[in-house]
């Protein structure tokens, strides 16, 4: 089985401060993750994905996640929030299988706002 | 490219009536799968294929129906509306292997009155 765990469902910062959303996973076997973002209204956009190579993982926009097996954890960040990072943030992981068994999970999503 | 199409965008149903959401990809992806957005709840897995003639049933199946008789397109069948349906769908696309990311439709905003 596999799930994952987005225990803030928002977080609030200001224009121009670091942004960390968290994100902690439960697979039985070696997962792939990614990071989806969701503008109001639009459908989910791939920031970036971890597939088992680098750990340290950079994606669109200035986000980067870091993958730490001993955490089960793969977090994402930016060091400096934009006004048009405000969305909904969502967590997934995919079991390393392929066909049946490659169904992805998602977080239950976090909902990010940006203050000016 | 369009990638992965949904069609209708916005829908209002009556509790009883049935309808289909289309989904379509221009990929060549064998995984296809229709999720649910309910507020605090993430997406969940309605149902998924991973390939022509062959689905099976997500977290959520109850009350919905698939088919997949070509690699591009991905019904779901809605037999018979309730409130709880209320939500908004989305279809998304893949190749089957776990390290390829899914592409994802605009989404359906259904409403049952």
């Known amino acids: 089985a596999q799930s994952v765990t987005q225990l803030d469902s928002h977080v609030s910062v200001s224009e121009g401060t670091p942004v960390l959303l968290r994100c902690n996973y439960s697979?039985?076997?070696?997962?792939?993750l990614f990071w989806y973002v969701q503008h109001p209204n639009k459908g989910l956009q791939l920031l970036l994905k971890?597939?088992?190579?680098?750990?340290l993982v950079k994606g669109i926009n200035g986000f980067e996640a870091e993958f730490k097996k001993s955490e089960t954890s793969f977090h994402l960040t930016k060091p400096s929030a934009h006004m048009s990072d405000a969305a909904e943030y969502f967590c997934?992981?995919?079991?390393?299988?392929?066909?049946?068994?490659?169904?992805?999970?998602f977080g239950k999503g976090i909902t990010l706002s940006v203050r000016p | 490219n369009a990638g992965v199409t949904q069609t209708p965008k916005f829908q209002v149903l009556k509790t009883g009536q049935s309808m289909t959401l289309q989904c379509a990809q221009d990929?060549?992806?064998?995984?296809m799968s229709w999720y649910r957005q309910d507020p605090g709840m993430g997406l969940r897995l309605i149902h998924y294929?991973?390939?022509?003639?062959?689905?099976d049933q997500g977290e959520v199946p109850n009350g919905y129906n698939v088919s997949r008789s070509t690699t591009e397109d991905f019904p779901l069948r809605l037999l018979s509306a309730a409130p709880s349906q209320t939500s908004v769908y989305f279809c998304?696309?893949?190749?089957?292997?776990?390290?390829?990311?899914?592409?994802f439709g605009q989404g359906t905003r259904l409403t049952v009155v």
């Open positions: 997934v992981v995919r079991r390393a299988h392929t066909g049946a068994n490659s169904k992805l999970t």
């Open positions: 971890y597939t088992s190579a680098a750990t």
């Open positions: 294929s991973v390939g022509a003639g062959i689905t």
């Open positions: 990929m060549n992806h064998e995984y």
């Open positions: 998304a696309s893949s190749y089957s292997g776990a390290t390829t990311e899914a592409f």
């Open positions: 697979s039985s076997y070696s997962p792939s």
